[in-house]
C-alpha cells in the first residue's frame, strides 16, 4: 500500500496569514500517460464530515475559495491556504487515488488560530 | 443536491454483527462507484470499502477483508455494509461517500454525515 504523510500534525497561523500543508507518498503518484498527480486534499471541520477541495493535486473543486490551493508532484505534495480565515480551522486531509482500488489517507494536519 | 444518509450504527459486543445502510438521493446512483470510510474516535480516515457502479467489483483493505461486504440496491439508492466478527478496533464513525467515477476508485465527491459503531463489551 502506499503510505502518505502530513506534515506538521497542526500548525497555528495568524488570521490572514499563510498556512502551508505538506503531504508525502512513500511512492510516485504520478501517472506519465495522462500526465496527472492521483491526490485529492479534503477539509473536516469540527463535528462535520469531509469535504472535498482539491483533486488531481491542484484542481479546486467547485465552490472552494481561491484561497485554497494544492501545488507539487510524484511524492511530494503541499496545500496551501493563502490568507487564512476563522472559518478554516479543520482538520486536513491527503488521500492518494493511484494505487486504486486500495486508497490511502494521510494522517491529517489541524489547523488553528494563533 | 446530493444527499447521503447513513444508519445502523450502535453498540454491540465483540463478534456480533451489524449492517450499515446508506440512503442516496440527489444524482444518480447507478452511475457512480460507492464507498464506505471510517474514522475512529480523535483519529484520522481510513478507507473500508468500494463498489463499482454496477455491484460486481468490490475491494475492501486487509483490516477488514473476510469480515465485510459492501452492496449496493441501486433499485433502491441504497449501499450497505455488512459487518461480522466486530472487533473492539472497529469502533468508528462510519461514512458512506460518492466516487467521483464508476469504477475502482477515485477521490470522494460527497460525503454522509457518518454513523457511529462502538464495538464494547
Known amino acids: 500500500d502506499i503510505v502518505m504523510t502530513q506534515s506538521p500534525d497542526s500548525l497555528a497561523v495568524s488570521l490572514g496569514e499563510r498556512a502551508t500543508i505538506n503531504c508525502k507518498s512513500s511512492q510516485s503518484v504520478f501517472y506519465s500517460s495522462n500526465k496527472k498527480n492521483y491526490l485529492a486534499w479534503y477539509q473536516q471541520k469540527p463535528g462535520q464530515s469531509p469535504k472535498l477541495l482539491i483533486y488531481?493535486?491542484?484542481t479546486r473543486e467547485s465552490g472552494v475559495p481561491d484561497r485554497f490551493s494544492g501545488s507539487g508532484s510524484g511524492t511530494d505534495f503541499t496545500l496551501t491556504i493563502s490568507s487564512l480565515q476563522a472559518e478554516d480551522v479543520a482538520v486536513y486531509y491527503c488521500?492518494?487515488?493511484?494505487?486504486?482500488?486500495?486508497?490511502?489517507f494521510g494522517g491529517g494536519t489541524k489547523v488553528e488560530i494563533k | 443536491q446530493v444527499h447521503l444518509v447513513e444508519s445502523g450504527g450502535g453498540v454491540v459486543q465483540p463478534g456480533w454483527s451489524l449492517r450499515l445502510s446508506c440512503a442516496a438521493s440527489g444524482f444518480t446512483f447507478s452511475s457512480y462507484s460507492m464507498h464506505w470510510v471510517r474514522q475512529a474516535p480523535g483519529k484520522g480516515l481510513q478507507w473500508v470499502a468500494v463498489?463499482?457502479?454496477?455491484?460486481?467489483?468490490?475491494y475492501y483493505p486487509d483490516s477488514v477483508k473476510g469480515r465485510f461486504t459492501i452492496s449496493r440496491d441501486n433499485a433502491e439508492n441504497t449501499l450497505y455494509l455488512q459487518m461480522n466478527s466486530l472487533r473492539t478496533e472497529d469502533t468508528a464513525m462510519y461514512y458512506c461517500?460518492?466516487?467521483?467515477?464508476?469504477?475502482?476508485?477515485?477521490?470522494?465527491?460527497?460525503w454522509g454525515r457518518g454513523t457511529l459503531v462502538t464495538v464494547s463489551s
Open positions: 461517500a460518492r466516487d467521483f467515477s464508476y469504477g475502482s476508485g477515485t477521490y470522494l465527491l460527497s
Open positions: 488531481w493535486a491542484s
Open positions: 488521500q492518494q487515488y493511484y494505487d486504486t482500488p486500495q486508497l490511502t
Open positions: 463498489i463499482s457502479s454496477d455491484g460486481t467489483k468490490k
